[in-house]
């Protein structure tokens, strides 16, 4: 049995972001049960950082990560983690208060969005659709930045590595059980490990996961997105495109190594599973591509789906299970689990470890009640 202070099930961005915070206080063991980190939701997204999604914690928690994203601690990554990348928020006539309502939210976080006429519009992404038929409105975000999601997983891996942490991959957990002053997890190969705190981290998994301890659920509900990629027309130039997102949830792309990536942004209720795309989403994917843009798709060269997970307000937790002792929750990051992992991160080392809450996000509202699993908006 191997035994630590703290007990981490889950390597994906949640997990391993938590993990290096708290092995600057004690000895962390973070399980994983998929041979690799971030092999689920984490390793499936768009990975871009923006502030056209989420509700007021959302993006009060996405602000003050940038600064991590720009400036990591030292010996954290061997390339940059976020490269500056316009966001470009699109509305066509049924969604021009949809993006005046946006513009208002993401003010309140940032400074760096403004209005942009059709033809900065043409300039900054030459397929768009223009006009009565296509885009007539549209606002950038100037502070859009596109992250390296493997760089910021294996960095936080490596940070929990030197500070005398452990990562066991291949251990998925059937068994969790307090006893005594300490939870003790089993895995399907039978090894065992120990601690006096636990933090699930699980994503889609984290209501069942706390099954296993006969906790309550917290309302965890997976919902599946699909991303396909294409190729743009030979000799079209496309790497210095911005992210462009429609105002109302229903389309966003980005250019990828060379490649268009774009996703109908569907929210399809799912069981947690090794999600995949089905032929609607793939084909609505590539209709929404033909709606905006003056593209059309021949072929998909690449597709993949992810699994969102979200509580019923749709505000990432973290917290202690009051009717469990040293059971801690750490889930519902959405679709902005990488954006904010580096504040969420803080909070959890705040909530563990006694140290100060974050005060840039306490100047913002958010507080350990907002983020807790015992909050009256989870409708437990
Ligand atoms: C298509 C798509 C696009 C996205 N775009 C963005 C974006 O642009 N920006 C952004 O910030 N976010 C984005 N997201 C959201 C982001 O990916 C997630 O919020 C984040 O990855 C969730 O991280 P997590 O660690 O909670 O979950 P996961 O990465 O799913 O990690 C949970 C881990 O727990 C493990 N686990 C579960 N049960 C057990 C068990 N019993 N034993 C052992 N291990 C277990 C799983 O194997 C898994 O690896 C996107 C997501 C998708 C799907």
């Known amino acids: 049995m191997k035994t630590a202070d703290f007990l981490i099930i889950g390597g994906g961005i949640a997990g391993l972001s938590a993990a290096a915070q708290l092995a600057r206080h004690g000895k962390v063991l973070l399980v994983e049960g998929e041979a690799s980190l971030g092999y689920h939701a984490s390793g499936r997204s768009a990975t871009f950082y923006h502030f056209g999604l989420g509700n007021a914690p959302v993006r009060a928690l996405t602000a003050c990560s940038r600064d991590f994203f720009e400036r990591p601690p030292e010996d954290f990554a061997e390339a940059p983690l976020c490269r500056p990348t316009p966001a470009l928020f699109i509305a066509r ?3 021009v208060e949809a993006l005046a309502a946006m513009e208002a939210g993401m003010k309140l976080y940032t400074d760096t969005t403004s209005r942009v006429s059709l033809s900065q519009v043409e300039a900054l992404c030459p397929i768009l659709k223009t006009g009565p038929s296509g885009v007539v409105e549209a606002v950038v975000d100037t502070g859009g930045r596109r992250l390296d999601a493997d760089g910021l997983l294996q960095g936080y ?74 190729d743009p027309p030979s000799g079209m130039e496309i790497a210095d495109w911005p992210f462009v997102k429609a105002a109302i949830d229903e389309f966003y792309m980005l250019p990828e190594s ?33 709606e905006y843009t003056k593209l059309s798709v021949s072929r998909i060269a690449h597709r993949w789906a992810g699994l969102r997970s979200f509580v019923a307000d749709r505000v990432l937790v973290a917290g202690f299970e009051p009717e469990a002792e040293g059971y801690f929750w750490l889930a519902g990051q959405g679709g902005y689990g990488l954006q904010t992992a580096p504040t969420m991160a803080r909070c959890v080392e705040s909530l563990l470890c006694d140290t100060p809450w974050p005060e840039d996000l306490a100047a913002m509202g958010v507080t350990a009640e907002t983020l807790s699993p015992t909050r009256a908006s989870l409708n437990r």
């Open 93 to 95: 006539e049924n969604a």
């Open 157 to 230: 891996a490596r940070a929990l590595k030197r500070a005398g942490g452990e990562v066991h991959t291949g251990q998925r957990i059937v068994s969790v059980k307090r006893e005594g002053s300490s939870w003790t997890i089993t895995s399907e190969k039978g090894e065992q490990f120990a601690a006096p705190i636990l933090i699930n981290a699980a994503g889609a998994w984290a209501d069942a996961l706390a099954g296993m301890a006969g906790v309550a659920p917290i309302g965890i509900q997976p919902k599946r997105r699909t991303i396909i990629q294409f």
């Open 258 to 290: 060379g490649r268009i990536m774009a996703s109908p942004v569907d929210e399809v209720d799912s069981d947690p599973v090794d999600a995949a795309p089905e032929d609607y989403d793939l084909a609505l994917a590539a209709w929404q591509v033909e």
